[in-house]
């Protein structure tokens, strides 16, 4: 036996309105596209309103992994006594060389990271008993310290870490999305010189996504 949904007359008229207007169609390109943009992984706290106060203090913004080519110095101390500084670029294998313990791997690390895993190793090894080890990487630190603001007819203002790679749909949703009283036409601000994007056809997929750049500022018209 066959089952026939049966819809009721005002169901199928609104139906039909949408369907004659283009908003379903708008609305199922929306429910298919907008997945394509919504990485949550690509998302970022806020670490400043528009006004410069501080949100969510108990969040800090982690420094990005170290690479190849990194620059990197680390100083060690020990009794107090702190020795002389090791300047060194991390190698095709993503090693640096340490005094007494050699190639030592720190790719893919914070310098965090790095500084735990360099004292554990001398601790380990005997070489000391106890030591405090400080590690400086520049082109990490700059990256950590890259922002974007925004503003406008967006759900959440203020100042954002910018994520190597970040592009403005993603922006948009790690402010909380758009209000529902937002233009179309979206606003970046790069060194003084101001492109505006179709906030529909990005979110749809008809144009390029724009990747974020520092000091990007971002306005969303009402």
Not at 14 to 28: D, I, K, M
Not at 145 to 158: D, F, Q, V
Not at 171 to 195: E, M, N, P, Y
Request: with cysteine.
């Amino acid at each position: 036996m066959k089952y026939i949904a049966r819809i009721s007359l005002p169901a199928f008229l609104a139906a039909a309105a949408l369907c004659s207007s283009g908003c379903l169609l708008n609305y199922v390109e929306d429910a298919v596209t907008s997945k394509v943009y919504r990485d949550p992984a690509a998302w970022v706290p806020r670490v400043s309103d528009e006004d410069g106060n501080p949100i969510d203090a108990g969040v800090k913004v982690v420094s990005r992994e170290m690479k190849v080519g990194d620059p990197v110095t680390v100083k060690i101390t020990v009794n107090l006594r702190q020795g002389a500084p090791v300047d060194d670029v991390i190698d095709d294998e993503g090693n640096i060389s340490l005094p007494i313990i050699g190639e030592f791997k720190i790719i893919g690390m914070t310098t965090a990271d790095a500084e735990r895993a360099i004292r554990q190793a001398y601790i380990e090894q005997k070489v000391y008993s106890n030591c405090t080890v400080s590690v400086l990487c520049r082109a990490a630190q700059a990256a950590a310290e890259a922002s974007y603001s925004i503003t406008g007819a967006i759900h959440k203002r203020g100042r954002y870490p910018l994520k190597s790679g970040m592009t403005l749909w993603q922006a948009l949703i790690a402010a909380g999305d758009v209000s529902d009283f937002a233009g179309d036409k979206i606003t970046i601000t790069r060194g003084g010189i101001k492109k505006s994007f179709s906030y529909r056809r990005i979110k749809n997929g008809r144009i390029q996504d724009p990747v974020l750049y520092n000091g990007d500022i971002i306005e969303v018209p009402d």
